[in-house]
Structure formats: structure tokens, C-alpha cells
């Protein structure tokens, strides 16, 4: 299987708080994920998405 490339943008202590944001575009397909404090899992969701 063909390995795809995604672009991420990411944002921390939005508003001074404990929450994230990941923007992510991977094969024209827009993925936004949103976190509040903790470890960052953006790369854990991201293996878990099917596209079908």
C-alpha cells in the first residue's frame, strides 16, 4: 500500500488553556482534532483512520 503525506498544523494553549488543535490535510482530506491537556495523540488517530 501506497504511504500518503499529510501536511499538520498544530496549536497550543489555545486561549491560555490546556486545549490543542491539529489541523491535518492527508490525501485532499481535512482532518481537524481537537485535545485538552495530556499527551499529544495526533499521530495515534491518524493511524487509526480508514478511508473507505
Not at 498544530?10 to 490535510?25: D, F, P
Not at 481535512?30 to 480508514?50: N, P
Amino acid at each position: 500500500m501506497a504511504r500518503s503525506t499529510a501536511r499538520i498544523r498544530r496549536w497550543t494553549s489555545c486561549g491560555g488553556t490546556a486545549v490543542s488543535y491539529s489541523e491535518v490535510v492527508v490525501d485532499g482530506i481535512y482532518v481537524q482534532i481537537k485535545q485538552a491537556g495530556g499527551t499529544d495523540r495526533t499521530d495515534e488517530v491518524l493511524r487509526t483512520l480508514r478511508r473507505s
